[in-house]
């Protein structure tokens, strides 16, 4: 098959900027002028259920690809940057609220970061794996740098989750008995707005994560790098990406978005891609990587 090495933005029509879990239904990609082109991926329904503990997924995820992610059409003017996100841990499985607190993989999470770790070995040379701090992230990265030739995890505290105050280690489902100002806080749509016990506003999470994926980009021009993370941070790299678009919806475990980054301009050319995965190894309810992100 050919591949046609375009600039690609997501349009407008994809779910709500506030973040909301719906799936994609049609999202628009727009080529250049040259082309005159208008293509459009219509996607099927998700049905996720919210079992406790089973990562069985009952439908696949979405998947917006706007062009063959093998492609080695890069030039020295843009960065190539795979965005991932962390393996499962038992938090996500029991909907209980991580933030900055430092929760590791767990089995299905170890698992799901060495079958990323594969795909990405078996596609375009990885320049270099940048991480979060956090252990699930740094993990993650790190069974990815091993695969990939072997290289050094660089680490970032500014691509860490977003501190989620008073509600980390809460249940989400529980969160308004036992914290409710926090969660108030939470829900509230002001982007400006911190949560009680130390927590970040949208606006302080956006931009200390965008700022950190620009200087990697700025730094690894023409080359394709690694950069893994977490749910809210990857929400708001999309949100930097597509400011007049919707939300891509849940950020699952391990998903694979690609990012083109230059100086001043962000493409998406895929996101959340999880085709590496067996379908018994997803989380059903996303969680961490949906409006209840941390």
């Not at 050094?152 to 308004?176: K, S, W, Y």
């Amino acid at each position: 098959m050919s591949v046609l090495c375009t600039q690609c933005t997501l349009a407008d029509g994809l779910l709500s900027p506030r973040f909301s879990t719906g799936s994609i239904k049609n999202a628009c990609v727009k080529f250049p002028a040259t082309i005159k082109t208008l293509l459009r991926v219509s996607l099927p329904k998700q049905r996720f259920t919210s079992t406790r503990r089973s990562t069985h997924l009952v439908n696949t995820p979405h998947l917006l690809s706007m062009s063959n992610s093998n492609s080695s059409c890069m030039d020295g003017s843009y960065a190539e940057i795979v965005v991932v996100r962390h393996g499962e841990t038992e938090w996500n499985a029991d909907g209980r609220i991580q933030g900055h607190l430092d929760v590791e993989l767990n089995e299905a999470g170890k698992q799901q970061a060495v079958l990323v770790a594969d795909r990405l070995s078996k596609e375009p040379k990885i320049s270099a794996v940048y991480s979060s701090d956090l252990k699930r992230a740094l993990v993650t990265a790190e069974t990815i740098a091993a695969r990939c030739g072997g290289l050094e995890v660089i680490t970032d505290p500014d691509l860490r989750e977003r501190n989620l105050g008073d509600l980390q280690g809460l249940v989400f489902r529980e969160a308004f008995k036992l914290s409710p100002k926090a969660h108030k806080a939470f829900l509230s749509p002001r982007t400006d707005q911190d949560i009680p016990g130390g927590g970040e506003s949208l606006d302080h999470l956006f931009q200390r994560c965008t700022s950190s994926l620009q200087r990697i980009g700025k730094e690894h021009k023409g080359e394709r790098v690694v950069v893994v993370s977490h749910g809210g941070v990857i929400r708001s790299l999309y949100q930097r990406a597509c400011p007049k678009g919707k939300s891509g919806g849940k950020v699952l475990n391990t998903s694979v978005n690609i990012f083109h980054l230059s100086d001043e301009k962000w493409d998406i050319k895929s996101w959340g891609d999880v085709s590496h995965l067996p379908q018994t190894k997803y989380l059903k309810s996303g969680f961490g990587g949906d409006k209840t992100s941390g």
